[in-house]
């Protein structure tokens, strides 16, 4: 993880990466087949110029955003195979968006996904929620499907009216969500795999 954050204050690395970084200073940035692995997009990047940038309306297709830092909105997006193992989004706003055939395992993620479709990704080990009492995150009519929840734990989230087609739960932990409204269709979890809160009512 060290060398992925390090590249990032070589001037040589900077300078190759150049068009990348001008593409995420700008709405729309489209980026595909690239190793972004440890980049900061937030107000402390080490990065100037990724300090005030966003991901709004991206379309990422086959990047590596492994060990990266994430802020700010990244609403009606459009990202395709983008690696995000142990990722960082924080408080990261992916409203509206399309994300298929991600790898979010072991990431951590405090984000808001209203109206957000999730196809084929992988939560293995993920940690939704912060620690603090509140639902100031998660999603509203959020739609998962096919996506492996193996080891995840939801922990103060709010996914209201949020619906989850054919998912993996072994392991999963909700901790003191607020699911009012949920549609799971195929694999459910078990009642003890709910904690702090009411068991829903599929």
């Known amino acids: 993880m060290k ?32 190793d972004l692995s440890g980049i900061v997009i937030d ?11 966003y991901l709004f309306e991206s379309k990422l297709l086959n990047v590596n955003l492994t060990y990266s830092t994430v802020s700010g909105s990244a609403n009606q997006s ?12 924080d ?19 405090v984000i808001n996904a209203d109206d957000t479709i999730f196809e084929d990704c992988s ?16 999603g ?18 709010e996914f209201r009216a949020s619906k989850l087609f054919n998912c993996n739960f072994t392991g999963t932990r909700f901790i003191n969500c607020d699911l009012r409204g949920i549609k799971i269709e195929g694999n459910k979890p078990k009642d003890e795999q709910f ?6 009512q599929f």
């Open 3 to 34: 060398k992925k954050k390090e590249k990032w204050l070589n001037n040589e690395f900077l300078v190759e990466m150049s068009e990348v970084i001008n593409q995420l200073t700008k709405k729309g940035a489209q980026i595909n087949n690239s």
């Open 140 to 157: 509203r009519r959020t739609k998962f499907y096919n996506c492996d929840f193996t080891g995840a734990v939801f922990r103060n989230q």
């Open 91 to 109: 408080r990261c706003s992916i409203n509206k968006s399309q994300i298929k055939e991600c790898n979010f395992q072991e990431a951590k993620l």
């Open 195 to 200: 904690e702090k809160m009411d068991v829903p």
């Open 123 to 138: 939560f293995i080990n993920a940690k939704l929620g912060i620690g603090t009492y509140g639902y100031e995150y998660g």
């Open 43 to 53: 107000n402390k990047s080490p990065v100037e110029q990724l300090r005030k940038s």
């Open 78 to 89: 459009d990202w395709r195979k983008v690696n995000l193992t142990k990722a960082k989004l």
